[in-house]
T-cell receptor, first 115, second 111 residues
């Protein structure tokens, strides 16, 4: 039973355009959501997070939107750069642990930004 | 500041053997979590250690066990290896209730 789903295995965008990565979840107990970026031969790197009490969080070129009623979140990257090419994982946690406790990950989306 | 390190980088074992993977947490961190990432999948939570005690466990059998030492480094032990244990094993350290920082992982191949 996959509680966090990233239905697009891959996404290709042109440099300078917007990248939108999507994530759906099924567990209503999730109250903290994170996006990680992973390059080959490296561990996942934290990108941005959002608490369930918010619907938007922005950090530079990265914005995460949360729609609790739809159990859906998305990551927007504007403008996209070739260095953003990586696998992006959506992750969620629930209960009192916040971002520290058990993270449930999606399968990831491979983003390719073409020059 | 040294980040999270893991050893070894790669490991090849045969079915039925036992393996120990090691993780050094980032300076100042007291919590270590272990994840298994199978090919084409996202990382899956194995367990977490906080101040040398197990602080939660995912859906993994008892042959997956761990330790955390007084310096907050950690080991993951897997007994009776199975072919499906082939995966990238990721360690993440954090302060309690803080962001998890991941190491580069150990690639385990079971033949």
């Amino acid at each position: 039973d996959q509680q966090v789903k990233q239905n697009s295995p891959s996404l290709s965008v042109q440099e300078g355009r917007i990248s939108i990565l999507n994530c759906d979840y099924t567990n209503s107990m999730f109250d903290y959501f994170l996006w990680y970026k992973k390059y080959p031969a490296e561990g996942p790197t934290f990108l941005i997070s959002i608490s369930s009490i918010k619907d938007k969080n922005e950090d530079g070129r990265f914005t995460v939107f949360l729609n609790k009623s739809a159990k859906h979140l998305s990551l927007h990257i504007v403008p996209s750069q070739p260095g953003d090419s990586a696998v992006y994982f959506c992750a969620a946690s629930g209960g009192s642990g916040g971002s520290n406790y058990k993270l449930t990950f999606g399968k990831g989306t491979l983003l390719t930004v073409n020059p | 500041e040294t980040g999270v390190t893991q050893s070894p980088t790669h490991l090849i074992k045969t079915r039925g053997q036992q393996v120990t993977l090691r993780c050094s947490s980032q300076s100042g961190h007291n919590t270590v979590s272990w994840y298994q990432q199978a090919l084409g999948q996202g990382p899956q939570f194995i367990f977490q250690y906080y101040r040398e005690e197990e602080n939660g466990r995912g859906n993994f059998p008892p042959r997956f066990s761990g330790l955390q030492f007084p310096n907050y480094s950690s080991e993951l032990n897997v007994n009776a290896l199975e072919l499906d244990d082939s995966a990238l094993y990721l360690c993440a350290s954090s302060v309690f209730l803080g962001e998890q920082f991941f190491g580069p992982g150990t690639r385990l191949t079971v033949l």
